[in-house]
């Protein structure tokens, strides 16, 4: 694994998950590195935690420019903050899908508009989205979540056409079931959440479900110097299940 002495990392959803597990790996390797999160109360040194809702573009706009003027610049930004929502297309309502597509997509759009700016200033400049493989899987009851990570696949690609000519590289990683708090909370809406958790990790390749590190590890790399060469690409961190 590559270090990160001197690069300067900005992670939104960094206060839990996966997202907290890619700050701390990140700081771990030598970068400095700020979380932007609703709630950053559990973040502590040498992370820096700044308070921000990827739904309400003035609250990004001022929580990145706090993080840049507090770590000097930016190279890494990992969009990353997402929610979840179960159901086919009958079980959500407008309000529904505006809310998840408010965070899920907009929340990545708004944070790169801030981030792109000062990204330009950067050598090594690198955006990775934390899409999922819902974004192509076709899983059932997962419409509206798995409609924004398409859309954030999609974005991906884009984005990377958009800014490779200017040295910034933007790539995605889509997990499979990743072992964190969400996962946590949903397991505990079953009648037997032990019962629910053994089910879901033998539908798992592997037998496990995959840990928030492992997602860290992929996203580690696609911000490193040693994906330079790569964008526009979505790595999957799945266990295996994208080939069944
Ligand atoms: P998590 O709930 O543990 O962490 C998500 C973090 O995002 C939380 O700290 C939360 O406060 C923050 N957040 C939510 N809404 C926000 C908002 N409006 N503004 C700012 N911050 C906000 O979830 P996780 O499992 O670590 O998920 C992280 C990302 O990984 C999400 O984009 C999710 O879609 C994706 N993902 C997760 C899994 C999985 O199985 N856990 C699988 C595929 C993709």
């Not at 037998?207 to 590190?213: E, K, N, Q, T």
């Amino acid at each position: 694994m590559t270090d990160f002495q001197g690069l300067k990392a900005l992670v939104t959803g960094g206060a839990s998950g996966i997202g907290r597990a890619t700050a701390e790996l990140l700081a771990a390797r030598g970068a400095q590195v700020a979380v932007l999160d609703l709630d950053p109360s559990s973040v502590d040194k040498p992370l820096l935690g700044f308070r921000a809702d990827v739904t309400d573009d003035t609250s990004v706009r001022e929580a990145v420019a706090a993080a840049v003027a507090e770590l000097g610049g930016l190279d890494v930004l990992v969009n990353n903050a997402g929610i979840g929502a179960q159901g086919t297309v009958e079980d959500n309502d407008d309000a529904e899908w505006q809310r998840v597509f408010d965070v899920n997509l907009f929340g990545m759009v708004r944070t790169a508009r801030a981030a792109l700016p000062h990204l330009r200033e950067s050598r090594h400049a690198a955006i990775v989205n934390t899409c999922s493989i819902a974004a192509t899987a076709g899983l059932p009851q997962r419409a509206l979540y798995s409609a924004t990570k398409g859309a954030v696949y999609s974005l991906t690609l884009a984005m990377a056409a958009d800014h490779i000519r200017e040295g910034i590289r933007v790539n995605c990683v889509n997990p499979g079931t990743a072992d964190t708090p969400w996962i946590g909370r949903l397991l505990a809406k079953a009648p037997d959440p032990a019962a629910e958790r053994a089910a879901l990790e033998a539908r798992q390749p592997t037998g496990r479900l995959v840990s928030a590190d492992e997602v860290a590890g992929a996203i580690a790399y696609l911000a490193s110097p040693l994906s330079g060469a790569t964008t526009g690409t979505s790595l999957a961190v799945d266990g295996g299940m994208q080939g069944l």
